[in-house]
T-cell receptor, first 116, second 110 residues
Framework: DAMVIQNPRYQVTQFGKPVTLSCSQTLNHNVMYWYQQKSSQAPKLLFHYYDKDFNNEADTPDNFQSRRPNTSFCFLDIRSPGLGDAAMYLC???????????????FGPGTRLTVL | GNSVTQMEGPVTLSEEAFLTINCTYTATGYPSLFWYVQYPGEGLQLLLKATKADDKGSNKGFEATYRKETTSFHLEKGSVQVSDSAVYFCALSRDDKIIFGKGTRLHILP
């Protein structure tokens, strides 16, 4: 059974038109992450939530926002997508984290965003 | 700072060949180390992990040993299959983040 679910799998939007990507999890994990992965590159962490606490990466553009209304769901909002935002967006969860962590991150299948 | 360096691909092998993908890391303290695999069009899947020095992670015939003295976590498999064709990411976990290498694309020819 799928543990981290992302919808939709493929999303097409127009330049400048806001878009929302969805992630849900059945693992009851405390931490949810959003990554951006461009072609042939490593995933790049955008931000993460520890429970309701939001943690933004310093180099994440203001164009990217996130919401976590409850434990199970997390959304990625791109307010004004540009051509450079076309990428695969990956959601991941982990039970916890700390200074010394052994907790695995579990990834969803990703949403591939196309910007026309 | 913390970083991961892995061999550049693509790596092309024939079926049943021996595989090694090199990975070295730089980190403060004692990070956990991971190999993730990404099949075409899919998200990342954890392949194996090791949490302390000399630990060996293994799964699906793949192995990697946490070598603190050489700061390495090389991925090996004795006999690869066509179905192993994918992108492999070495990663370390430190504090609240996972840091990925750039990935190595593996092609297995029948």
């Amino acid at each position: 059974d799928a543990m981290v679910i992302q919808n939709p799998r493929y999303q097409v939007t127009q330049f400048g038109k806001p878009v929302t990507l969805s992630c849900s999890q059945t693992l009851n994990h405390n931490v949810m992450y959003w990554y951006q992965q461009k072609s042939s590159q490593a995933p790049k962490l955008l931000f993460h939530y520890y429970d309701k606490d939001f943690n933004n990466e310093a180099d994440t553009p203001d164009n990217f926002q996130s919401r976590r209304p409850n434990t199970s769901f997390c959304f990625l909002d791109i307010r004004s997508p540009g051509l450079g935002d076309a990428a695969m967006y990956l959601c991941a969860t982990s039970r916890d984290y700390g200074v010394v962590t052994t907790d695995t991150q579990y990834f969803g299948p990703g949403t591939r965003l196309t910007v026309l | 700072g913390n970083s991961v360096t892995q061999m550049e691909g693509p790596v092309t092998l024939s079926e049943e060949a021996f595989l090694t993908i090199n990975c070295t890391y730089t980190a403060t303290g004692y990070p956990s180390l991971f190999w993730y695999v990404q099949y075409p069009g899919e998200g990342l899947q954890l392949l194996l992990k090791a949490t302390k020095a000399d630990d060996k992670g293994s799964n699906k015939g793949f192995e990697a040993t946490y070598r603190k003295e050489t700061t390495s976590f090389h991925l090996e498999k004795g006999s690869v299959q066509v179905s192993d064709s994918a992108v492999y990411f070495c990663a370390l976990s430190r504090d609240d983040k996972i840091i990925f290498g750039k990935g190595t694309r593996l092609h297995i020819l029948p």
